[in-house]
């Protein structure tokens, strides 16, 4: 059983269609890079399989560990172990940092029949992939995001992802707007994630991620599906020619 | 007779039974003077969007029954055990007002116990502070019917070891009830003090409060204070707080309107001597058919001085609030620095709040801004907090929260801080699970 099978997947937001049939399967230890230009409907796809409510699936099907993915509200899907890491993550003023760490993570152990944290088990936790992320452990006590630098939230996204451990993660745009060191706190943080029993998608414009991560598979998404499929060579051929040229190809 | 008037006759019956003391010349002459224009109307442009009636039907019909009947000297015992159980809660020098009426042995542990330059009397202390009579119907009908009064001075130079608390309690249990409550708060030059005034009521049967405290800043005084109105779901309140600030003085107040089925409250504050600093901050959460009204006004008469104001309001259900924030910036009160902001949660499509900021300025050479905002949780943070596994209700409490915890934080009087946000988390816990 693969553990995402998207079939079809028909998306629209407003009166809008954006995605217009996408098939993807991602198996139990691979890292896909779904790659494309603005507008491809990238983010689109990585909302929908969150549960964004402002997108309607039109048609088609979403299954993750053969459940029925799309029939479940956005809390129930991260409880059984997917994450997305928001391309653009809400500052939440008032609302402490580590306080929703927490609360995220029991709330996934509680579904799990698991012991919820105590404050000190949970601050070792945090403590420790803090460190991993090379990151400001002040950051803990702080609003979520509220005040972050834009290298600061994706990090953040990371820690919360690190702490939770999914078994999929979505990460759209994760490296967009990061300098080179954050890039590389963010990949170690990826990387650190790899696991058979896991899996990652890794929503992206560029490649430049992808010489720190390196996928197994790269799609290119564009006008809504995907239009060509291959390996890690794929993106690199894509830096140099621009999706024009995939589009073209695909055309001729 | 129309609604909003008064009996006159039992009105003067009433004012004859209470017993003679320095108040008598004054309660009549607020009696008669009350009577000519009786109670606030929704024809007032203050009283818009506040209908008293039921609070004026409660008043006949307690003029008509009660009115003669003493009052108890002793607090019940109802009262007695929550002013102990809230004293655990709350760290303060507590003084009791039951019933409108001072708890004199709560009065008595406080001026042995407390610091030098503390003193607090009741009429029964034989206190000579004659409460301001203004021109407003309901502070009127305050002195009209007010039997007891609470007079608290704080000496110059002095600082208290910990808040005073005044809990104004009412117990409806036995009957209909209306009350009357005054406190005046001088507070010397130089001196600084917290206080904390806690509203609640006890009882079935239905229960209308009407309180006023005026506070005395004298020059170079700091006073933090904080109210906390968490009143019986079905009773009314009308509270006036009218403070006057000498020079240089410091006022923080906030005020937390959790409970009661019908409140109004005024704050009234003015500037008329140089270098005062004011912060006002509220927070009012309603849920049900809860109505709560806040007005306030500064007058600036002089400048520089400054004032900052933060009200935020949540609501549920069908509550209805009222925010009407006032400055006046009068003529030659330059170097006025006078901020406002008032802002809403609306947690339900039929919950209505009416919010007007209103500036008013007559000087020259003053900053001045203000702003209003009516709004519901935002999508986008419910959806994050949900897809981190939160489910709905809890990513709304917790944004709800959120939005309250900005006052909390900002709000005065350490040691009430605590039991504030429990009293707020109690509250948020009905008004997020009730029906948006």
């Known amino acids: 059983m693969s553990m995402l ?12 269609e954006i995605l217009t049939g996408l098939t993807l399967t991602v198996n139990s230890g691979e890292v896909h890079a ?49 994450f997305l ?28 029949g698991e012991p919820e944290v105590d404050a000190f088990d ?54 967009s707007g990061l300098d080179i060191d954050a890039l590389r706190a963010v990949a170690k943080g990826v990387n650190s994630l790899r696991d058979p029993e896991r899996a990652i998608v890794l929503v992206t414009h560029y490649q430049r991620l992808l010489d720190y991560v390196e996928p197994d598979y790269v799609h290119v998404l564009s006008g809504g599906s995907i239009i060509r499929s291959g390996d890690k060579s794929l993106a690199l051929q894509l830096e140099e020619k621009g999706y024009d040229w995939v589009r073209e190809a695909v055309n001729a | 007779m129309s609604v909003s008037a008064i009996d006159t006759e039992l009105l003067e019956r009433a004012v004859r039974g209470l017993p003679g003391d320095f108040l008598t010349p004054l309660r009549k002459e607020a009696a008669a003077r009350f009577a000519e224009t009786g109670f606030p109307t929704t024809r007032h442009e203050d009283w818009r969007y506040t209908s008293l009636a039921p609070a004026i039907e409660l008043s006949n019909l307690w003029l008509r029954e009660s009115a003669p009947a003493e009052a108890d000297a002793r607090p019940s015992e109802v009262v007695r055990i929550f002013a102990a159980d809230l004293a655990r809660k709350i760290d303060a020098h507590w003084i009791v007002v039951a019933n409108g009426v001072v708890d004199n042995e709560s009065l008595a542990r406080l001026n042995d116990q407390v610091l030098p330059g503390f003193r607090a009397v009741s009429v029964a202390g034989h206190s000579t502070a004659r409460p301001m009579t203004g021109d407003e119907p309901m502070t009127r009908f305050n002195i009209a019917l007010l039997r007891d009064l609470l007079h608290i001075t704080i000496g110059a130079e002095c600082s208290l070891d910990k808040p005073v608390g005044l809990l104004l309690i009412d117990d409806a249990d036995s009957a209909a009830t209306l009350s009357q409550a005054r406190a005046i708060v001088e507070v010397a030059p130089n001196a600084r003090a917290e206080f904390i005034e806690y509203h609640a009521s006890l ?5 209308f409060a009407n309180v006023v405290t ?24 009308v509270g006036r707080t009218i403070a006057e600030l000498g020079r240089d003085t410091t006022l923080r107040h906030a005020a937390f309107d959790l409970g009661g089925a019908l409140v109004r409250n005024d704050l009234s504050i003015d500037i008329a001597h140089p270098g005062a600093c004011v912060e006002l901050y509220g927070l009012y959460l309603a849920s049900g058919r809860q109505h709560i009204d806040n007005h306030t006004r500064v007058d600036h008469r002089v400048g520089p001085a400054t004032s900052s ?24 009160a330059d170097g006025t620095d006078a901020r406002q902001a008032n802002h809403n949660l609306l947690l339900s499509s039929r919950a209505e709040v009416d919010t007007k900021p209103e500036l008013e300025i007559y000087a020259d050479d003053v900053k001045c801004s203000h702003g209003a905002t009516v709004g519901q949780l935002d999508k986008n943070a419910l959806f994050y907090l949900r897809s981190r596994g939160l489910d709905r209700e809890d990513a709304a409490k917790m944004l709800t929260r959120a939005f309250a915890a900005t006052i909390v934080a900002l709000s005065p ?18 008004i997020v699970g009730e029906p948006a």
Do not use: W
């Not at chain 1, 603005?38 to 399989?49: D, F, R, Y």
């Not at chain 1, 993550?89 to 029991?106: F, M, Q, R």
């Not at chain 1, 803090?130 to 972050?148: I, P, S, T």
């Not at chain 2, 009087?413 to 009905?430: F, K, P, T």
């Open chain 2, 214 to 237: 005026e506070l005395r800043l004298a020059p170079g005084a700091a006073v933090d204070y904080v109210r906390i109105q968490n009143r019986d779901s079905a009773h009314y309140q």
């Open chain 2, 309 to 332: 104001e933060e009200y935020r309001g949540i609501l549920s259900d069908r509550a209805r609030c009222v925010f009407n924030g006032k400055a006046i910036v009068h003529k030659g």
């Open chain 2, 413 to 430: 009087v350490r040691n009430a801080q605590s039991h504030i946000e429990a009293l707020i988390d109690e509250r948020l816990q009905v």
């Open chain 1, 85 to 112: 890491g928001f391309q653009y993550p809400v500052e939440i003023a008032g609302v402490n940092n580590a306080y929703l760490l927490k609360a995220a993570l029991n709330a996934k152990r509680r579904t799990q």
């Open chain 1, 122 to 175: 949970f601050l070792k936790l945090a403590r420790e992939k803090m460190k991993l992320l090379d990151m400001d452990q002040a950051l803990l006590n702080r609003g979520v995001n509220e005040g972050f630098s834009g290298g600061e939230k994706k990090r953040n996204e990371i820690l919360q992802m690190a702490v939770l451990e999914p078994r999929l993660a979505i990460l759209d745009e994760t490296d």
């Open chain 1, 34 to 82: 779904i790659m494309g230009p603005n507008g491809s409907g990238k983010s689109t796809l990585a909302l929908v399989l969150a549960g964004h409510q402002d997108y309607v699936v039109t048609g088609g099907s979403v299954h993750y560990m053969g459940q029925d993915l799309l029939g479940m509200d956005p809390e129930e899907r991260a409880r059984i172990g997917v």
């Open chain 2, 203 to 207: 009882g079935a049967n239905s229960h």
């Open chain 1, 5 to 16: 099978e998207i079939r079809d997947l028909k998306a629209r937001i407003g009166d809008t």
